[in-house]
């Protein structure tokens, strides 16, 4: 579980390269990351509800996103700008998590089909510094497992709309 | 001639730290960052004269220059969006420099109020990969910035 997506974060840098291949078309990979309905069911931590409160999913949108505990407390907010989007290809983003000492991320998203059924998603992450990277990967929700279980939902998700 | 605008690049790193101080208060430095027609000013130099296409000056809003030559070629096009903008104090933007090898950069602009009259302007730039940023570095990139720089400073001395 969650060990289909690898991580690669080379000693004293600042950014981390992570990859995961997909049983899916390249379409649905995509539609996954930027259809807003289905970015809450798998982009969310355990035990919380996601809501968008803002997508704007084109060149230069912005997009804003909130998780709530079973009480309705804000548990994080996270948001950022998308500097390139071609669908089905490729998505430049910055990213943070709001009030959080973790900086803005700079975030490449590569869709490449591999075949007409499987397709693989290549991530390259960079952090304001080598220090807020390593910080980030011990933390749990940091971790690669934390991310590769999230793809195992996402992957199951979109597998019911093949 | 030592170049007023001081660069550290550190060996194997992919980030830039860039420092400059101003004979500005922290106001004017600001504002030569984000009005639209000193923007272009600064940007345009005895080659070539900048046109800002796009300039949304506020957080999640973005912007496009254009540089021509005298013959009205296009030589350099820009465009961003702008992650936080923090009057007088801070703004993160993306910069992609359009159909260049250099990927897109993260750019974290921290403006400080040095006295009444003077101000400092710290820049960190994080590239894709060292090796982009080496070879942005091979080209005249300090001298650029630094004359860039030296024009923002007079521009601005009038406005005082």
Redesign the interface.
């Known amino acids: 579980m969650g060990l289909k997506t690898k991580f690669n974060a080379e000693e004293g840098k600042q950014d981390i390269t992570i990859t995961r291949e997909f049983d899916l078309p390249v379409e649905l990979v995509f539609k996954a990351h930027v259809d807003p309905e289905i970015i809450v069911q798998w982009k969310v931590q355990p035990n919380t509800t996601a809501k968008i409160l803002k997508f704007g999913g084109k060149k230069h949108g912005s997009y804003q996103m909130q998780s709530t505990d079973s009480q309705g407390k804000i548990v994080s907010t996270v948001s950022g700008v998308i500097h390139e989007f071609i669908p089905n290809r490729k998505i430049i983003r910055t990213f943070e998590i709001e009030n959080a000492p973790i900086g803005v991320m700079l975030e490449f998203y590569d869709f490449e089909p591999l075949t007409d059924d499987t397709s693989k998603l290549t991530m390259h992450v960079i952090y304001e510094s080598g220090a807020i990277r390593d910080q980030l990967m011990k933390s749990p929700g940091g971790s690669g497992y934390t991310m590769g279980a999230a793809h195992d939902r996402m992957e199951e998700i979109m597998s019911k709309l093949k | 001639m030592e170049l007023k605008t001081k660069i550290n690049a550190e060996n194997?790193?992919?980030?830039l730290t860039i420092t400059r101080e101003f004979d500005l208060p922290v106001e004017l430095l600001f504002k030569a960052y984000t009005e639209p027609e000193i923007i272009e000013q600064v940007m345009t130099n005895p080659y070539t004269t900048a046109k800002l296409l796009k300039y949304e000056g506020k957080k999640?809003g973005?912007y496009q220059t254009q540089s021509t030559d005298a013959n009205g070629k296009i030589v350099f096009k820009s465009?961003?969006?702008?992650?936080?903008f923090t009057p007088n104090k801070k703004i993160?933007r993306?910069f992609?420099m359009e159909n260049a090898p250099f990927g897109?950069?993260?750019e974290?602009y921290e403006f400080e109020s040095v006295s009444d009259g003077t101000s400092r302007l710290k820049m960190?730039v994080?590239y894709?990969s060292n090796a982009q940023r080496d070879q942005l570095l091979k080209m005249p990139f300090a001298q650029g910035l630094s004359m860039a720089h030296d024009r923002l400073q007079e521009i601005m001395s009038k406005l005082k």
């Open positions: 194997g790193k992919q980030d999640h973005s465009n961003g969006v702008f992650h936080e993160i993306t992609e897109v950069q993260l974290v960190h994080i894709e």
